[in-house]
């Protein structure tokens, strides 16, 4: 098995979890009461209960690395998040950074910010 690092993110309740990533193309790996595991392709996240979770006080985050960032974000919207400032979930558009790659973002309905990268070719 190749080294790899997956993060370990909060969950307010791990049924809303699945389903909220399940419409982005994740697929529940596994889960107990203590600890569920989604994947989508080669990203996998784990996620642990935090009921008290205030979303708007949440400080984690995590990147996705893709290769299309826009087809991710495209994904995104298709399953009805939508693109606004505040609140959660929600989208913001990737846009070309000055070093080169594209970046977006997502937040989850627990306020995990996830950075969209795609560095260039």
């Given amino acids: 098995m190749p080294d ?17 990533f399940g419409k982005l193309g994740f697929n529940e790996t596994w889960r107990d009461a203590n600890w569920m ?3 989508h392709g080669e990203i996998t996240l784990e996620f ?11 400080s984690f985050s995590c990147c996705f690395r893709l290769d299309d960032v826009s087809a991710f974000y495209t994904a995104i919207l298709a399953a009805g998040v939508s ?5 959660w ?27 969209l990268v795609q560095v260039p070719d």
């Avoid at 790899?4 to 389903?19: G, K, M, Q, V, W």
């Avoid at 642990?48 to 949440?58: E, R, V």
């Fill in 4 to 20: 790899i690092a997956t993060p370990n993110l909060p969950s307010r309740n791990f049924e809303e979890t699945a389903t909220f």
């Fill in 37 to 39: 595991i989604l994947k």
């Fill in 48 to 58: 642990f209960p935090y009921p008290d979770l205030d979303p708007a006080s949440s």
């Fill in 83 to 87: 693109e606004k400032r505040s609140g």
């Fill in 89 to 115: 979930p929600r989208a913001h558009k990737p846009k070309p950074e000055p070093w080169g790659g594209v970046v977006g973002a997502l937040i989850d309905p627990d306020g995990t910010l996830i950075r």
